[in-house]
């Protein structure tokens, strides 16, 4: 498999091959290094018989929205991703962008591959007709996101960030800014971004400096620095769209007097043409760990040009539907990096030889057993699985509530849809993104001291991974998001409300259906774990009555010990509809693939759902220990 191989992953590495040469790797492994390909069946099992999409489109009013579509996005957005993006993943990393007088450069071939991109109209799935798009339901444009995002993270995050902005456009602005900007999005020619973070504050945006000058045409006039932008400047587009947060002059101080604004990199003449000045500067590129393919900007904004977004100082609250958005973007990359560890830890795990199987040599004529006879090796190549794929089905259930909330054209139904996402947002954002980093951590392991060389591909996951869980708000923040805002300021409403759903299904399986159905026990098990749940959330309510940091101390804990159950639930349901395929078809051409579907979910359930026994200890301990050390002690013996 040279040349072929060769074509698509270009990891050929002269050092590589003189380690294949003496013996130390694999000859497959002198071509691809860490191996990947789309798993196109992986997908189209969750969509087309876990979670039933063509159901959910038919009542979104979307009948042509089948099973031969879903089939057909995945298969031709694989075959660009894996022709035109994957071989570019370790050119991005390498090369990095660069800032010259011009503006942000992207790796070489990056702008080839957007401008293919945007040929293939994958910009705009998800946008409605009235604006140059294929109005599509956002969990399509989700497999599009999967699939790119896993080949190419760095790449992704350009068109991904679009998405953000235009699903802000399409709910919060005017008409007139959705005919002069969206359709550009839709198009692909412009892309947008969001600005939030600055110098002196991150996640406590009621710090917000920017100011917005009113001007006597009802524009503003801004000023300030924002820092951390993603694909805030680059060389892809003709334009880019930033969407700012601000403070009007004379607004309440703190969150209350926050608005939005759409500031273009270049101003829009009313005939469409651009202006020649930048309208905002980028003045650095940070020196990152990881995703060096993507640009992460310092933004300048001096007197630049913005127009408002909605009613002034509701600029939080309208800028949460770009965050939800990137929220559920973000936990793809968990799914992605998970995914990208396990394929690469289980191709090596079954060509690297060393040692026996400790039951007796598996592979006699070989001088070896494959590692992935070795107990551990497996323990890790089975967690990568068991994340990516409970993972997968995670985010889609989630795109699909999505889909109602943007479908529906009622103010009081999006409201009520918008609420309820918000529940699966932080879960979905900070649970994936750490089980992603450990399985990116895991691979490396699988792979031993190659996976710590960069040439093999496997230290690369684990770098990019590691942002995931810091962007669009720290684990901690996503824990303390969920505990906080989402369970106990909600009183617990829309938590109840999943409960529901969970009990609905797992009393299918154990009352309505019980002499048909085939996995009872874990049935039982993520019924009693559900329970637990609301009692644990009763007592957390009651400790938070006492002291006030007990949610800051269990959120954490809360956050990994809910994700742990949310994904033996999609498990369950995952091994339920296997089991099922395989009674009706037991030596049908995907006899294996279900029965790996259902040892995967047997092994989560007994190797990892487990870990919610000691979350469950922790979450209900007091903050006590946790805050009664003074910083005098806590720096006691230091200079």
Known sequence: PTDKMAAHIPRLFSSTVK???????????????????????DTTFVM???????????????????????????????????DKLYPLDVVGDKQGCKLTKDGAVTP??????????????????????NYGGQ??????????????GTANWSFGMYPGLSIGAMNTLTLHASEEQKQTYLTKLAAGTWSGTMCLTEPQCGTDLSQVATRAERQADGSFKLNGTKIFISAGDHDLTENIIHIVLARIDGAP??????????????????DGSLAKDKNIVCSRLENKMGIHGSTTCEMQFENSTGFLIGAENSGLKQMFTFMNTARIGTALQGVGSAERAFQGALDYAKNRLAMRSLTGAKFPEKIADPILEQPDVRRMVLTAKAFAEGGRCMVYHTAMLADHMIATESAEERRKHDDYLGLFTPILKGFLTEVGLEAAKDGIQVWGGHGYIKENGMEQIDRDARIATLYEGTTGVQALDLLGRKVVLNKGKNLMRFHKEIFSYTK?????????????????????????????????????LMNKNAVGSASYDYLLYSGYIVMGYFWLRMMETASAK????????????????????EFYFDRILPRTKTLAKTMGRTPTSLMSITYDQLSAGHH
């Open 508 to 544: 299918s399986l154990l009352i309505d259906n019980y002499s048909t159905s085939n996995h009872k026990l874990a049935a039982l098990r993520i019924t009693g774990l559900t329970l637990q749940w609301s009692a644990l959330t009763a007592k957390l309510f009651g400790m938070a």
């Open 19 to 41: 380690r294949v040469a003496s013996g130390m790797l694999p000859s497959h492994m002198a071509v691809r290094g860490a191996a990947f390909s789309i798993r196109q069946r």
């Open 135 to 148: 109005g599509l339901p956002l969990s399509l444009g989700l497999l599009k996101a999967e699939i790119i």
């Open 108 to 129: 070489k071939g990056f702008k080839e591959a957007y401008e293919e991109y945007v040929a293939g109209g994958w910009q705009s799935m998800s946008v409605h007709p």
């Open 253 to 270: 101080p703190g969150l209350a007097g926050i608005s939005l604004f759409l500031v273009p990199k270049y101003l829009v003449g009313k």
């Open 48 to 82: 087309n018989e876990v979670l039933n999409a063509t159901e959910h489109y038919k009542q979104l009013g979307n009948p042509d929205c089948n099973e031969e579509l879903i089939e057909s996005i995945i298969s031709n957005c694989s075959s660009f991703a894996m």
């Open 582 to 601: 395989l009674k009706a078809n037991p030596t049908g051409p995907d006899a294996d693939f279900y029965k790996g579907k259902i040892a995967t979910g």
